[in-house]
Structures are given as structure tokens and as C-alpha cells.
């Protein structure tokens, strides 16, 4: 655990595609322990009369797991999903999801054969637009209750083996904060306080990788199915080297409110939200999951850190040094592994030696920590939205890794993983169901590319970008203020030159003729007296 170691959008329901759909959680589909539901295309499970995909037994590995859990049968999430069911939908092609209603990452159209790679940006290089965009959309999925989706508040035993469901609804957004809480909390071993702690089905162990970045593989496809935008992508924080949380500003993920420094501002939408999961300390106590209450407000005060856990921000050297170690992971593939990626990346190995079981949090870790908030709990981390950005960048460094290194799939263990991260168990909580080694593979492999790994030009292109769309945006008004400048400079100039022929016409006498020269009749000499009110006149225009 970390701490110890404005677009208004109208709210309408869609189908999700994770653990627990609502079809799934029935007293008859817990008692047959049976996820099969019926594809509306053509009413029939999983889609089967269509070629989609059918409902299949679930084959769990038998290969043992590390020692780091020495139980067997008291947890829901050991051989995934077998505790809830032991037959889904298995999809075919290029389907994906409980029904096999969906496309698989990096596909889309109706029959799921349009290839297409989807591009993750720095968020410092999004346009002002695509930055109200992603707020609104964060936003809107925190608004918007899940129809199709719920979690589990209770362990199956406590639901009285699936003949008392117990179950509730939440936010889109909080599906998967629900999620990350699931995945990482406690095993509950009987009685409350009974608890073993040494336990994460997507921490601490080699599947830390591959397990985010199916979270945000799916995370990225809901939002896109909420809001119709299918162009939308997760953007990513590139936090070396900086000395302050420079996303925490109102335009982004919320600054500091001048109230109450722990808070955010109130100038963040994010500033509303409420937090869930959050108390992990109090469910061991208790013996209990969850349940979804609102927990207060996000908290985030970044920087004022224990300085014990983690001294700073990671650097650029502590990101170049974790990219150099060959070895995905060693030894017992836990926190004490040594000269691992994995470990170093996660934040247990020391970013400038490689040994595990550091004294402080380097990496993705450290970044937690420096939040010192919400995000500093393990369990309630995914509850500020600053988590989507980190993880989005930690995951473009896994993707530099896999590029440099080119490991083979071996380099993936198959056995004698802490449990839940060997290569072929299904991630927990996920419906459709994802195997680890799957996920050790490049991210265009699954459809996506960061813009931080494109060529120098490309880059650059990228860095230029917003800059370029923003004057898209505002050039008609250039071209009209330059119009009507013009046509201001002409009437102007039209104005100035008519004044002065009136003034040449009245204030100056004509230009004699030569005929006038020669009819002179009058003296050369002026005086008052022979020219009247004309000399008055002339020497005044003087």
C-alpha cells in the first residue's frame, strides 16, 4: 500500500462491458453459475446464430502460484472467475465483451473489421477544446449510473451462495473505481479483523503491468460508448522531472482550493466529487466489502508528502535507468525482486541500484505518494481522475520497454507467481475474460500508439498541433477583423482626402490664368483699404 510502504452532455444509459452484468447477477445465473446473456442483434447467447462467439466452459491454469498466499478456497478471486461462474461467453474474431456485443481493442464497425490505432497524447499537447473534453467527459461519466453494471458489496458467502444477491449500482466512473479497490483489497479469512494483507491480484507482482493496461484499454471504450466520440483517448501526464503537480490546475484535474489545502479547488468540477472505497482499514475490521457509500471528497495535497516514502517526483534519469534493466522480472516476482523492470517500474525496486524492498517508492509509486491524498491508498486510488493520467503514462514507459527489449512471451512466468499473475489466469474482476500473457504483447498489437514513442518530425507535428488548431479556430475572425480594418483604412483614407479638396477650394484663392495676369487692373500692393473683408479672410486662413 502507497501510504505504508463546460459542455453539458444529456445522461443516457449504455451497455457496459465488465464483471458483473446486471443479467449476470440473478439468482438463477449465480445458482448455474452461468454469464451468457443473449446478443440483441440476434437474441441468442453470446451471439451465437450471428457467428459472434458461445458460451463455453472456463478453463482455469493449474500451474502453482508463489508463497505469498498460503490458502486455497477462502477468496472469491482465487481461479477467477470460478467462485461466480464457470461458463461465459467465449467470442470469436474480432468480438469481445460478456455478450460478445463489442470489438476487440483496436477494432470497430458493425462487424468489427475496421482496423484502427488510436493515438495517446501528452495533455499538455491537447487543444483548449479537447482539454474541456476530457473534463466533460470525466465528469459525465462520474454522473451517469451504469445500467447494465454492478458490483459485488458482499463475498458469496456472505450472499448466502448467490441465493441472496447482493449487489449495487454505480457511476460509470465508478465502476472502475470500484474495480481497482476490488482487485487490490484484503483476503477476508473468516471472523472481522481476520484478514490477510499480503495479498493483490494486480500489485506487486508481474501482472501490475499487463492488468492497467487492460483497466485502461476498457476504461478508454466505456467512455467512448457513453459519449459516442469513438476518436476519444486517454491523454497522459509525462510527470519527470517536474517539481509540482503541474495538471492540478482548474482547467485540469483541479488545483488547490486557498480554503483548505488538502481539498481541491472550487473552481474544479472534480471539487463535487465523492469518494468510494476509500476505508480499507475499516472493511478488514469489519469483515466486509464495500458497499459504495460516499466517503466525502477527494482529497489531494500534493507535494506536502511524507518525505520518508518518497522523496520526489520521478526523473528522467529514474526512468532511463528502469528502461535499461533486460530482466521483466526476477526471483520471487513479489516487491523484494531485484534488477526487475517490473519491480522498479511498480516502484519497490530503488530506481538507481535495481534492488527491491527499497526504503523509499521510486516510479509510479512515488508519484502516489506525492499526491497525499486519495491517491495514496492503494485501494481508493482510481478515486481522483489525476490516477487515469499517471497510469496512462506508466503504461507508455511499459510500452517503451517491450519496444527496446523485444522480450519473448517466456519472459512472462507461467508458474510460482504471487496469485493471480502467472501468464495464463484471468484477470480478476474482468467479464469478457483477459489472460495476463496477452497483455505482454506491443500497444499496437491492441490498437493504440503514444505520441511521446512517434519519430522526431512526428513529435514535433504533435507538440504543434494545439497551437495550429487554436488558430484554425480563430482565424475567420482574423480575416474579418482584417476586412473590416480595410474597408476602415479606405473610408478613412476616402474622408481625409475629400476634406482636404474642400479645404484647397475655400481657404486657398485659385490659380490664375494668364489671361487673369494680363487683365490686371488692380494694385500691386494690398492694403486694407482696396481689398475689404477678401484681405481679412486670407490672412486669417494663413
Known amino acids: ?210 492488468w492497467h493496461r487492460v483497466y485502461l484499454l476498457h476504461w478508454e471504450h466505456e467512455i467512448r460508448k457513453l459519449t459516442g466520440d469513438t476518436s476519444f483517448t486517454i491523454p497522459y501526464w509525462d510527470w519527470r522531472d517536474a517539481q509540482d503537480c503541474d495538471v492540478c490546475t482548474d482547467e485540469l484535474m483541479g488545483a488547490r482550493s486557498p480554503q483548505d489545502p488538502n481539498l481541491l479547488s472550487p473552481g474544479s468540477v472534480f471539487s463535487s466529487w465523492k469518494v468510494l472505497c476509500s476505508r480499507a482499514e475499516e472493511y478488514n475490521e469489519r469483515g466486509v466489502l464495500c458497499d459504495t457509500t460516499q466517503e466525502g471528497p477527494v482529497r489531494r495535497n500534493p507535494g506536502n508528502h511524507n518525505r520518508n516514502l518518497a522523496e520526489r517526483l520521478p526523473t528522467s534519469d529514474d526512468v532511463e535507468f528502469t528502461l535499461s534493466l533486460t530482466d521483466y522480472d526476477t526471483g520471487a516476482m513479489d516487491r523484494s525482486a531485484n534488477m526487475s523492470f517490473r519491480n522498479t517500474m511498480e516502484g519497490f525496486g530503488d530506481p538507481q541500484t535495481g534492488f527491491g524492498s527499497s526504503s523509499r517508492l521510486g516510479m509510479h509509486a512515488a508519484v502516489h505518494v506525492f499526491m497525499n491524498g486519495s491517491m495514496s491508498s492503494v485501494q481508493g486510488s482510481a478515486n481522483d481522475p489525476i490516477f487515469i493520467l499517471h497510469h496512462a503514462y506508466v503504461d507508455s514507459i511499459y510500452e517503451q520497454w517491450l519496444r527496446r527489449h523485444r522480450p519473448s512471451p517466456s519472459q512472462y512466468p507461467d508458474s510460482d507467481a504471487p496469485i493471480g499473475h502467472n501468464s495464463e489466469y484471468h484477470m480478476v474482476p474482468f467479464l469478457p475474460l483477459h489472460r495476463n500473457r496477452e497483455y505482454f504483447v506491443s500497444s499496437k498489437d491492441l490498437g493504440y500508439e503514444y505520441s511521446s514513442l512517434l519519430n522526431a518530425n512526428q513529435r514535433l507535428a504533435e507538440s504543434m498541433r494545439p497551437y495550429l488548431e487554436e488558430l484554425q479556430d480563430v482565424w475567420p475572425w482574423m480575416l474579418l477583423a482584417a476586412l473590416v480594418g480595410g474597408i476602415v483604412a479606405v473610408g478613412v483614407a476616402a474622408a481625409t482626402l475629400a476634406t482636404k479638396r474642400r479645404l484647397r477650394g475655400s481657404l486657398w484663392p485659385k490659380k490664375k490664368t494668364r489671361k487673369d495676369l494680363f487683365s490686371e487692373r488692380q494694385p500691386l500692393i494690398l492694403t486694407k483699404d482696396n481689398v475689404g473683408d477678401d484681405y481679412r479672410n486670407y490672412q486669417t486662413s494663413m
Not at 38 to 65: F, I, L, Y
Not at 166 to 184: E, G
Open 1 to 210: 500500500m502507497y501510504s505504508l510502504i463546460i459542455i453539458s452532455f444529456t445522461l443516457y444509459f449504455v451497455p457496459s462491458h465488465q464483471q458483473f452484468p446486471r443479467l449476470c447477477v440473478t439468482q438463477e445465473a449465480l445458482r448455474t453459475k452461468e454469464c451468457c446473456p443473449a446478443w440483441e442483434g440476434d437474441d441468442s447467447p453470446c451471439g451465437v446464430n450471428s457467428g459472434r462467439g458461445q458460451c463455453e466452459d472456463v478453463e482455469v491454469p493449474e500451474q502453482p502460484d508463489g508463497p505469498q498466499y498460503p490458502f486455497s478456497g477462502l477468496d472469491d478471486r482465487e481461479k477467477w472467475p470460478l467462485v461466480f461462474y464457470n461458463r461465459t461467453c467465449q467470442c470469436a474474431g474480432n468480438f469481445m465483451g460478456f455478450n460478445c456485443a463489442d470489438c476487440k481493442f483496436g477494432y470497430f464497425g458493425a462487424d468489427c473489421s475496421e482496423r484502427r490505432e488510436s493515438l495517446r497524447r501528452n495533455i499538455f499537447h491537447l487543444s483548449r477544446s479537447e482539454r474541456i473534453r476530457l473534463v466533460s467527459y470525466l465528469n459525465l461519466a462520474k454522473q451517469t449510473v451504469s445500467q447494465d453494471y454492478v458490483v459485488a458489496t458482499a463475498t458469496y458467502t456472505q450472499m448466502e451462495n448467490g441465493s441472496n444477491p447482493i449487489f449495487a449500482d454505480v457511476s460509470v466512473y465508478d465502476v472502475f473505481v470500484w474495480m481497482h479497490y476490488y482487485v487490490s483489497r484484503s483476503a477476508l479469512l473468516g471472523p472481522p479483523g481476520n484478514v490477510w494483507t499480503d495479498v493483490d491480484f494486480a500489485h506487486w507482482a508481474p501482472a501490475f503491468l499487463p
